[in-house]
């Protein structure tokens, strides 16, 4: 091989593992929002949206988060009932 061929070669070995030593620092303070998630939601609970969070690299987690209007979140288990409506929901509106 030739000197031009091995720079280029060891060049792009030197690139690709700046981008895989960098990759952890690009999601840097990104993790999954909802550490606790309840299965219901009370009928007192007055609604103001929701927000549904696919799964990223950062987090494996469907996570439902659900803004009240009192200001508080709470996080619904995607795999609840009301979870689950929700996401279907939500689906439809996007389809619409």
């Not at 929002?33 to 950062?58: E, G």
């Amino acid at each position: 091989m030739s000197s031009k061929a091995s720079f280029a070669v060891l060049s792009i070995i030197a690139l690709c593992l700046a981008c895989v030593q960098a990759q952890p620092l690009l999601h840097k303070g990104r993790r999954c929002k909802c550490i606790n998630t309840i299965n219901r939601l009370h009928p007192s609970m007055r609604i103001n949206n929701v927000k549904i969070l696919v799964q990223q690299d950062y987090c494996p987690n469907v996570e439902i988060i659900v803004n009240l209007q009192n200001g508080n979140k709470i996080c619904l288990n995607p795999t609840s009932v009301i979870g689950k409506k929700i996401i279907n929901l939500m689906e439809l509106k996007k389809n619409e």
